[in-house]
């Protein structure tokens, strides 16, 4: 267990992701182009064949949103940091930080009929089960240290780690799912952030 000299308020930590995550969501919109239009070309056609765009930009965009929202429920329970809590929370941001750069090669390969699509998806999928494993570490971290009150039991423990760690399942699942098809995987990526809406990480055995 970490000493109290050890052990920080997590105010500062809060408000250094909170600016990163603000960064890594603006950096998303960045990647819309208008589209360049031919003579005689009408310009909503032209938006429709941007589809690709606009549904990784989304798909990102909830993902780094849920993200956030779960970011803050957890860190209000927290009520210390220690180093290793600091260093787990960096790898979180290097993941999140990252995701605009294969948004942008999803988008620009989805509809490719070549094996670009299934890398980009590939790629884009890695992305998320990394970010995800940093996000149970983190939890996995703070019971482990009792950087959190709890009342739960280690089964409770057990089943709030396995029952978060879905999610990192069926991420490391899609990077195969991105052989097959990249458009599914981009379903089920958005899907899954809508369950991370819903799914939160509780330190109490009553809601556990």
């Known amino acids: 267990m970490s000493t109290q000299s050890d052990l920080a308020e997590t105010n500062r930590l809060e408000a250094f992701s909170d600016g990163v995550f603000a960064i890594a969501i603006t950096l998303l919109v960045l990647e819309l182009h208008s589209p360049e239009l031919e003579e005689g070309q009408r310009l909503w ?66 509809r490719d009929d070549s094996i670009n699509a299934s890398v980009a998806a590939a790629v884009y999928s890695t992305n998320l089960t990394l970010a995800a494993i940093a996000f149970s570490l983190i939890w996995w971290h703070v019971l482990h240290k009792h950087l959190v009150e709890h009342n739960m039991t280690n089964a409770q423990v057990r089943r709030s780690l396995l029952r978060y760690s879905i999610g990192t399942l069926i991420y490391a699942a899609c990077i195969g799912l991105s052989f097959i098809s990249a458009q599914a995987t981009l379903l089920v990526v958005f899907l899954l952030a809508v369950y991370y809406g819903f799914e939160q990480l509780r330190t109490r055995a009553s809601t556990a």
Do not use: K
Not at 68 to 82: G, M, P
Not at 89 to 94: A, G, R, T, V
């Open 45 to 110: 056609p032209a938006l429709v064949h941007e589809w690709p765009q606009f549904a990784a930009y989304l798909t990102s965009f909830a993902i780094l949103g849920v993200m956030w929202v779960n970011h803050h429920s957890l860190f209000r329970q927290i009520q210390r940091a220690d180093r290793g809590l600091l260093f787990l929370n960096l790898q979180l941001l290097l993941w999140a930080t990252l995701l605009p750069f294969p948004t942008s090669l999803f988008a620009e390969h989805l």
